[in-house]
């Protein structure tokens, strides 16, 4: 591998980066509220799991009241 000189090296960066598309405002929000979504319906999934586990950790070994 050859080696670049630093101005070179900034260059080709500045290069790249002026590549780089950056989401609009629409697509941010949409994208926001797709995560904060699926957040909820992981914690409801794994609250239900979560119950179900400990009614049959109750059922079988008579623990935990």
Same mark, same amino acid.
């Given at each position: 591998?050859s080696?670049?000189?630093?101005?070179?090296?900034?260059?080709e960066?500045?290069?790249?980066a002026?590549k780089?598309?950056?989401? /609009?405002?629409?697509?941010?929000? $949409?994208s926001?509220?797709?995560?904060?979504?699926? #957040?909820? *319906? /992981?914690?409801?999934?794994?609250? $239900?799991?979560?119950?179900?586990?400990?009614?049959? #950790?109750? *059922?079988?070994?008579?623990?935990?009241?």
């Open positions: 591998m080696k670049t000189s630093p101005v070179q090296f900034f260059r960066v500045r290069q790249e002026s780089v598309t950056w989401p /609009s405002r629409k697509e941010t929000g $949409i926001t509220a797709m995560v904060f979504v699926f #957040v909820i *319906l /992981s914690a409801i999934f794994f609250l $239900i799991i979560d119950q179900v586990l400990q009614f049959g #950790v109750k *059922l079988i070994f008579g623990l935990g009241g």
